[in-house]
């Protein structure tokens, strides 16, 4: 089983910068690609970021592509969201997401996130204009 627990949420102003952590427990964790989604008030949950299990790949929606950067560190078990240029249209609720052997970091990114095996329980960014 693996936990997914979020940090470094919070208020910014547009322009700025914020970076996101997500710390996961589990033996597993450095097997299992890794992701970000965000959901908006009234929105449905949306695809960010993912990134392979061995940090080699990633995948970014097109609204952050160039902006956001998604790590990971398998040795203290933690991916790392780093956001610039922030945009009032990216105040949403961020989720740490993590996939099974069954998914690829890929596939994060065109599935439905009803699909996605693991969440966190989200923090919240709010971009001031």
């Known amino acids: 089983q693996v936990q997914l627990v979020e940090s470094g949420g919070g208020l910014v102003q547009a322009g700025g910068s914020l970076r996101l952590s997500c710390a996961a427990s589990g033996p597993t964790f450095s097997r299992y690609p890794m992701g970000w989604f965000r959901q908006a008030p009234g929105k449905e949950r949306e695809f960010v970021a993912a990134?392979?299990?061995?940090?080699?790949?990633?995948y970014y929606s097109d609204s952050v592509k160039g902006r956001f950067t998604l790590s990971r560190d398998n040795a203290k078990n933690t991916v790392y969201l780093q956001m610039n240029s922030l945009k009032p249209e990216d105040t949403a609720v961020y989720y740490c997401a993590a996939g099974n052997s069954a998914t690829s970091a890929q596939a994060m990114g065109v599935m439905s996130p009803r699909r996605v095996p693991y969440w966190g329980q989200g923090t919240q960014v709010t971009v001031s204009s």
């Open positions: 990134i392979s299990w061995s940090g080699s790949s990633t």
